[in-house]
């Protein structure tokens, strides 16, 4: 449970930083290098305004404070246990790197990379393609020569065109992958390459050929920020069209190709009833309806003490009755699980208007299995969804018709650790319905203890240990208040003048789901209930519980499609 927990704290600190790529649009630069990124990358992202490199790394979940000597330590046992030289040689460059990640301050010398940092990741076909700005070109290398030194494996010295890189061959069984490593005007180009690939793949991706259609002389980037608003600064996407070639075609992009090289006469036999006319025709369609993924992202440092990030990302449709359908299912999240410095230590809501929720999935399952599509696969897909309609398992959601959000929202909680009881609390828990009172008198013929509960008044509150005993046991005094719209069970201070706020709030459709965490507080809970039930705290918990960052994420529908909005506040170390 522990590694969960700790996994998807990781996961969700992980989803909001990552492609955090600058502190905005105003004052963005032309980034150099896009006349050698392939118009058909099926992935690309750019930080193109520079950005502090710690604050950066910070964000990502990667402060020096993951970085201390028992996880150095977990590495170099590692590649003590190695008994390849190209395994020591991976962890003894991720070692490298780690100390020097450790270190903030003197991060840029020892890493070479830029402390102000720009950088561009891509795809050349099937190639992840990362290159970044350098500051110390000398201390970049140093990396690769002493995990070389300390491993035994050593890189080809490759020479194309004028371009010269490294050349460092891994291999598994029949596996063979290449990692190249290249500097060129004040950029280092790390990429992963295959000898089965175009030979031309590998010249462009080391810069010493340009494709023939770059992201510099198409409009793809300007359109796309243009029709989704990305901030210039700091962008990225993803393009199913790009990526849904390779289903359809031997050699319908650089993809394709890398794929058919790859795998090979496997392919062929696999994807055979995929690649036809037909399907080629249905699967467009489908990527055009739906293009892909987009983000953007914007730093703000103007607090030397305080590193603030604000992301954004997109999955647009362009089928607009898609768009209504999904709208018509927001619901009610109140604002204070909305948001950063109110949320808690802990907070999520759910915003759903349960009444619109079978006729909406049923108009969208109808979206999804009449479309005639021509394409055999598709086909027998559509026929498989008939046979498995989810409509039933909605049919229930009838009864509860007029409920709009449920909330929790955890401010503090105490266990006293020689019983492992709950010694105090502060907690809020909100239903929210187009009326509440109503509502409540529904729930209560499915819950025979609370049929003879009489609700108090608006305005009001009722003990909940009275009407519900088993509440009483727990040793704390939650209340039950009423509004026309909310059901409010609160306990504690802080709890109590939420409550308050959210009587007070109309019942609006403002959302599909919010979810907030104060990273430090939340870990310290878990490590006080670790502690109250006699189980061991792992070191993993006790950096988590000195973290500074605060997340808060909201997901809703807005004119384009599903929308995703996030924030990070972070507490930065003095420099």
Known sequence: MRKTLIAVAVIAAGALAYYKFGPGMASAPELAGLEYVPADTALFSAQVTPIDLGSYLSSLGMGPQYYDANMQKAFADMAVEATEAQHKFGLALVQTYMKALADPAALSANTGIKAQMRSLAYMVGLSPVLRMELGDEAAFWRLFDDAEKSSGFSHVAQQINTIKYRQYRFTHEELTMDLLVSVQNGWATIAFTSEKFDKQHLAIMVQAEKPEQSLANTSTIKDLQQKYQLEKGAYGYLSTAQFSKFLTSKDGNRLAKDVEAVFGAETTVALAAWRNPACEADVAAISASWPGLFIDNKFDLSNSALLKVTGRMLIPTENQETVKLLAALRGFLPAHTMSLHNSGMFSMAVGLDVAQLAPTLGKLWTGLTEPAYSCQPLAEMQTQMKQSNPLAAVA????????????????????????????????????????????????????????????????????????????????????????????????????????????????????????????????????????????????????????TMKMALKMDVNQQGVVMNSELEMALAPK
């Open 396 to 547: 229930m959601a009838g009864m509860a018709s007029g409920l709009q959000g449920l909330s929790v929202t955890i401010n503090d909680a105490e266990l006293d650790l020689t019983t492992s009881n709950l010694k105090s609390a502060d907690a809020l828990v909100t239903v929210s319905a187009d009326n509440a009172r109503t509502f409540f008198e529904g729930i209560k013929a499915f819950y025979p203890p609370l049929a003879t509960v009489a609700l108090p008044a608006a305005g009001e509150e009722l003990d909940l240990a009275s009407i519900v005993p088993e509440v009483a046991v727990l040793g704390i005094q939650p209340k039950l208040a009423l509004s026309d719209s909310h059901l409010l069970l609160y306990v504690g201070p802080t709890a109590t003048t939420q409550s308050a706020a959210v009587a007070k709030e109309s019942l609006a459709k403002n959302g599909l789901l919010s979810f907030g965490m104060d990273y430090g507080r939340f870990f310290k809970a878990l490590e006080a209930a670790m502690k109250a039930s006699g189980t061991e705290v792992p070191p993993d918990f006790q950096q988590f519980s000195g973290s």
